[in-house]
Structures are given as C-alpha cells and as structure tokens.
C-alpha cells in the first residue's frame, strides 16, 4: 500500500528528521557546517548521501533527486546560485512548500538560531558543491 507524506504526523515527520540528524546536529550552533544542516534539513528525504534515498522518500509523490548530481545534470557547472534560491525558497520546489512557507518552517528564510540565515544557505550550497559527483 502506498503511503503520502500527508499521511504522516507532525510527530512522525520529526522523529525521522532527528533519527536522521547526528546528536550534534539536533542542537543548530553557529559553528554548525554545512554536512551537519544537511543532515538536519533535508536527509530525512534526500538521504545521509544526498542521493535521494532517504527515509521518507518512498512516502512522496515524486522521488527526491539525486543532489550529487547538480553539476553533471547542468552541463557539468555546479549551479549556486540556483541551488541557493531554491533551499531559501526564491526558486520554488515542487514538494518544499512555496517560497514563504518551505517544508522545514523559517530554517532558511528568517534566523531562528544564532546562524544568520544567508550563513546557513551558503554552508548547504558549499557542501552540495563539495558533493558532486567528478
């Protein structure tokens, strides 16, 4: 039987996030990198090795995409710029929710820690681009 991802509780939605999140990740610190929010925001779909294949994955509609494969899917330049537009939510994603609204709350679009907000993004956009595959 198929499941959707509306079907989930807010309860369940968070406890795979965090299953998914390392314990120091659990607790976001100015000092947090980039793998760290990674695991925090987006594993629990895109999964540990940003292949697509996270936990949650087989509850969405449509697959998460493979991020290790950003550069090679655009001509083999890693797109930074889009990609910072689409985590903080100026380039809309089909399944993160609109640009006021994406799917992990305020994480990237106001500061609800210490991190300022264009700090975070640019730690996940470096660490995307530390991950493409040669």
């Not at 000092?31 to 969405?60: E, I, N, Q, V």
């Amino acid at each position: 039987m198929s499941r959707s991802i509306s079907a989930l509780t807010p309860a369940v939605l968070m406890l795979s996030l965090l299953a998914a999140a390392p314990a120091d990740a659990q607790q976001p610190t100015t000092a947090m990198a980039g793998d760290g929010t990674f695991r925090l925001y987006c594993a629990s779909c895109h999964g540990t090795g940003a292949k697509g294949d996270g936990p949650l994955a087989d509850a969405l509609k449509r697959r998460p995409p493979d991020l290790t494969r950003l550069a090679s899917n655009n001509g083999g330049t890693y797109p930074s710029d889009l990609v910072a537009r689409m985590i903080d939510g100026r380039a809309p994603v089909k399944g993160h929710g609109g640009g006021d609204m994406p799917v992990w709350g305020d994480a990237f679009t106001r500061t609800g820690d210490q991190t300022p907000t264009t700090e975070k993004v640019a730690r996940l956009v470096r660490f995307l681009e530390r991950i493409q595959q040669k």
